[in-house]
């Protein structure tokens, strides 16, 4: 299950590299957010932190963790709030 969420994360954070995923990241991004409050369970903030350590794809390690490193209390901060997935996601900027 982490990998699942962990690969949307990297498809939506490629998206704005990726012309044809472009239109998709919004939605993507709600996916997974909506996906890691159904799994995180009271452990929120490490759940958030770990996404990245679950990649098999080295050359992404990188990227992905420095788009959680830049967005992680903004995830943490809209997801303790119960603040809807897709407002998550525009405060990050992938709606």
């Known amino acids: 299950m982490k990998t699942i ?48 350590k679950t990649l098999t794809i080295d050359i992404l390690d990188n990227f992905c963790e420095k788009l959680i490193a830049d967005s992680v209390e903004t995830i943490i901060d809209g997801i303790t709030k119960h603040i809807p997935a897709e407002e998550i996601c525009k405060n990050i900027g992938l709606c």
Do not use: H, Q, Y
Not at 34 to 41: H, I, S
Not at 44 to 51: F, W
């Open 5 to 52: 969420i962990l690969l949307a994360l990297v498809v939506v954070v490629s998206a704005g590299i990726f012309d044809p995923l472009v239109e998709k990241k919004c939605e993507i991004c709600k996916d997974i957010m909506k996906k890691t409050v159904d799994d995180a369970g009271d452990n929120i903030a490490e759940r958030v932190k770990e996404i990245c």
